[in-house]
């Protein structure tokens, strides 16, 4: 079998890291918009104000968790490409 390229091994950590950007960039989006078009007209402890930075909040954490399985699973199929190089280095 062939070697993975070194991007490719390194890609589990790449899609770790980029889950963490995205999670902060997409709720700081998010918290932007709402306080930007509520900012003059709602109290901060507004239930409508409250929601909407709970659904922000949970659409960040959700496309990170997306992110982190993606790495996860570029992870396990490295690993299982690994345990097949081994046996069929071992024939």
Request: no cysteine; hydrophobic share 50%; charged share 20%.
């Amino acid at each position: 079998m062939t070697q993975l390229p070194d991007l490719l091994r390194r890609a589990p950590k790449i899609f770790y890291v980029l889950s963490l950007i995205f999670a902060a960039a997409s709720f700081g989006l998010g918290y932007w918009e709402i306080t930007v078009y509520t900012s003059p007209y709602a109290n901060p402890g507004d239930p409508t104000v409250r929601l909407a930075l709970v659904k922000a909040l949970f659409q960040a954490l959700q496309e990170a968790l997306y992110i982190v399985g993606t790495g996860a699973l570029i992870d396990i199929a490295i690993r299982i490409w690994d345990k097949m190089d081994r046996k069929e280095a071992a024939q």
